[in-house]
Nanobody
Framework: QVQLVESGGGSVQPGGSLRLACVAS????????MGWYRQALGKQRELVAKITKGGRTEFADSVKGRFTISRNNAKNTVYLEMNNLKPEDTAVYYC?????????????WGQGTQVTVSS
């Protein structure tokens, strides 16, 4: 039902910036949160940032002060602005939407977009 399409990934030098976008389409119901996760090679997938239904935001300690998450409800789009990128930010970034329907939580995921930070 829910489709998440990501864009904005690519390769940048350390200190550079990227802006990821996630466009949601299809049926949506009782969205608990939307956010971004990442998975580096050989590492576990981790939360980068999320924004809840009520507008509360949460960030991984490693990206606080460098990344921001925002949304445009009219466009059904969530953004992740990444500044002062570091090599350790290199990972596949996934858009996530968590919904609640009939007391069941369900996660939807985008296909992932590669972010590479290197000199």
């Amino acid at each position: 039902q829910v489709q998440l399409v990501e864009s904005g990934g690519g390769s940048v030098q350390p200190g550079g910036s990227l802006r990821l976008a996630c466009v949601a389409s299809g049926s949506t119901f009782s969205i608990l949160s939307m956010g971004w996760y990442r998975q580096a090679l050989g590492k576990q997938r981790e939360l980068v940032a999320k924004i809840t239904k009520g507008g509360r935001t949460e960030f991984a300690d490693s990206v606080k002060g460098r990344f921001t998450i925002s949304r445009n409800n009219a466009k059904n789009t969530v953004y992740l602005e990444m500044n002062n990128l570091k090599p350790e930010d290199t990972a596949v970034y996934y858009c996530n939407q968590r919904t609640l329907r009939y007391a069941i939580e369900q996660d939807y995921w985008g296909q992932g977009t590669q972010v590479t930070v290197s000199s």
